[in-house]
């Protein structure tokens, strides 16, 4: 730090050079808003919104540069810092009166076209920024209170003994003393025509003006005294390089944050205004208005019918409307980045309020597409938002789904431009990871929308259709398996939810693909069933205890469904319930007698008996078979040409 600079317990708790850097950056930021507001109300058609945000961010940046520069000032001792200083603030709070003439023209510009483009003549339009000398006291009571003695600094004539002419008291003496100029050789910086500033070096005074070189040794004569400065980034006395001052890149991303949550809430007003409240106005039920048809009789949306297609949206809307008035307030604060990370902190666990629009979001445009067939009002509603250049609704909705993950990209860049010494990184991770939860929230509910998707698509399958969706069922598996009918197997498709089983079978009388139920079970229980063959097992319902045999035509088939059972529930909580019922350690072999097996396979209550002793052999001529179709074993003696299933004795 310089000895110019003197430190003191600042405000708080940062320190003197820091409160000047973060002036600067602050100055920066608002400067940039400034432009833009400027480009706007120049074009040829003026946009209201875009002037009143772009104002508003660099009247907001402005007020908190201004502030920081005077919480520094009491303790600058170096003249030249603190003619640096006080001529940064005379500039800040002109272009602060601007900014709020900016505000009132976007105001009267507003109510002139109901909120629309204006094009506006050259003479139609202000010369919004104040001269200097302009009255500034009436911003005083703006700022805190303890700026009062920083401003009365400021109003002093600093010039009586020739050493300052930097203050927003306008100087009329046509000459000052060159002994507070810069002096040749002295690096600076001086303003062009385009607004940027340009570093150059003095090489003489001439009365009251400078006569400096470029880099690539051009000169300039007379140049006046209000277009030269400090050079602000060499100046180590001030402050450190603005270029690659990481304090500068996290402002830059913090704006960011805010102007983009801006726009979002805009797009939230949007959709507010020119579609929920207009589609479920109840006179859009019918009726005429004035004893005549109007656009307010074209039949649109219930309340019911309303909720089903814009979900929980008002509320939404209404929680990122405090969102973005608490990150604007703890962005005009000098502690910002802390605050803001905080501020992602406190709101996180509101954000899973998104869970409920993103499930409905998918049946809700479906909706959408059907009223549209039969309620003219959607049209007309589409056509007084495109008349006011308000996106159309489905761009409009589709926002809020992928809001989240812009939320955690912020956070990511703010993360990347903050090391690990500044205060806010630790605020800062823990946003992340509070988000990286809703995150995690959102999937799971994207999940949700997606099984009930699938659901409706099996459920129109069915002639008749089926009743599936539920909140709390999902499908799991689908497959073809034989069912064991009347001691037969028969070729059906089986569809595995959590907690339902469904057996189906192609119709050859209905449209193709069309499939007819054929039995469901609610899933209790499941276990191999041996006596059926090696790759048989059974579902069983509960508390009936009616008991399906299923066959799979591999091994691995088997082990397939097993897994997949693994995976139900017949908890309507969600919970894995389901208990495969105890297995036979050991693979089954084809010659394995059904006898042994008996006893060892059965329901979960079941205790496991011992094994019987093993049946007498096989009388002569007789042999032991396996059904290929059912997986059954059967008997079959070659020399009388006969065939059983039950097992033939002596």
Not at 134 to 141: A, C, G, N, P, S
Not at 243 to 261: A, G, N, P
Not at 569 to 581: E, K, M
């Amino acid at each position: 730090m310089s000895s110019g600079i003197s430190k003191r317990p600042a405000a708080r708790g940062i320190d003197v050079r820091e409160q000047i850097n973060q002036g600067f950056v602050r100055s920066e930021l608002g400067s940039a808003a400034d432009a833009k507001a400027d480009s706007v109300y120049q074009s040829a058609e003026v946009s209201p919104a875009l002037l009143r945000r772009h104002a508003s961010a660099a009247e907001l940046n402005y007020m908190a540069a201004i502030s920081c520069f005077l919480r520094a000032l009491p303790s600058i001792k170096d003249t030249r810092s603190l003619r640096l200083i006080k001529t940064e603030v005379n500039r800040l709070l002109r272009r602060l009166e601007g900014m709020r003439a900016l505000l009132r023209e976007a105001d009267r510009l507003d109510a002139i076209n109901n909120g629309n483009p204006v094009a506006l003549e050259p003479w139609e339009r202000i010369d919004y920024c104040p001269e200097e000398g302009f009255d500034w006291q009436h911003l005083v009571q703006e700022f805190d209170d303890d700026l009062e003695d920083a401003f009365n600094k400021l109003s002093l004539d600093d010039n009586a003994d020739g050493s300052d002419q930097a203050g927003p008291v306008h100087d009329k003496r046509p000459l000052v003393d060159q002994s507070a100029m810069f002096q040749p050789g002295t690096p600076v910086e001086v303003k062009m025509r385009n607004g940027s500033w340009e570093p150059a070096e003095v090489v003489s005074l001439d009365r009251n003006t400078y006569n400096v070189r470029f880099p690539d040794n051009a000169e300039e004569q007379g140049v006046a005294e209000e277009r030269v400065r400090a050079r602000q980034v060499q100046d180590e006395r001030v402050v450190d390089s603005l270029e690659h001052s990481e304090h500068l890149q996290r402002m830059e991303v913090m704006s960011e944050i805010i102007e983009s949550e801006r726009q979002y809430n805009l797009d939230l007003q949007n959709l507010d205004e020119h579609f929920i409240r207009v589609l479920r106005n109840p006179s859009h039920w019918g009726g005429q208005k004035d004893g005549s048809e109007t656009w307010f009789s074209q039949r649109t949306l219930d309340e019911e019918e309303g909720k089903q297609v814009f979900a929980n949206m008002p509320d939404i809307i209404e929680m990122n409307r405090s969102f973005l008035s608490a990150l604007e307030a703890a962005f005009a604060k000098m502690e910002c980045d802390q605050s803001l990370a905080t501020v992602f902190l406190d709101f996180a666990p509101r954000f899973k309020l998104y869970s409920e629009y993103i499930v409905q979001f998918e049946e809700s445009q479906r909706l959408i597409a059907k009223f549209r067939k039969e309620r003219s009002g959607f049209e007309s509603a589409d056509k007084l938002a495109a008349a006011l250049n308000v996106p159309p609704l489905a761009e409009l909705m589709k926002k809020p789904v992928n809001r989240i993950k812009t939320y955690m990209s912020q956070l990511q860049r703010l993360n990347e431009r903050t090391p690990a010494a500044h205060q806010s990184f630790d605020a800062t991770k823990s946003a992340i990871v509070e988000f990286r939860k809703v995150q995690i929230f959102m999937a799971q509910a994207i999940h949700v929308r997606e099984n009930q998707a699938q659901l409706h698509h099996i459920e129109a399958s069915f002639s008749p259709s089926l009743k599936l969706a539920s909140p709390s069922r999902f499908f799991i598996h689908r497959g073809q398996l034989a069912r064991i009918e009347d001691r037969n197997g028969k070729d059906r498709l089986i569809f595995l939810f959590n907690d339902l089983v469904i057996c189906a079978k192609a119709s050859r009388w209905l449209a193709p693909g069309s499939l007819r139920e054929k039995g469901r079970l609610q899933l209790g229980s499941y276990g191999a069933a041996p006596d059926f063959g090696p790759h048989a097992f059974f579902v069983s319902e509960r508390p009936s205890g009616n008991r399906w045999v299923l066959v799979a035509s591999n091994f691995e088939e088997k082990e397939l469904w097993f897994s997949k059972l693994k995976m139900c529930s017949c908890d309507p909580a969600g919970r894995l319930a389901v208990r495969p019922t105890p297995r036979v350690a050991s693979p089954v072999s084809p010659g394995t007698p059904v006898s042994t097996l008996r006893g060892q396979v059965g329901g979960a209550a079941s205790p496991v008996a011992p094994p019987p002793p093993p049946p007498p052999a096989l009388p002569a001529g007789w042999v032991e078979l396996t059904d290929s179709r059912s997986g059954r074993r059967y008997y079959f003696n070659s020399a009388i040409q006969k065939t059983q299933w039950e097992r033939p004795t002596a």
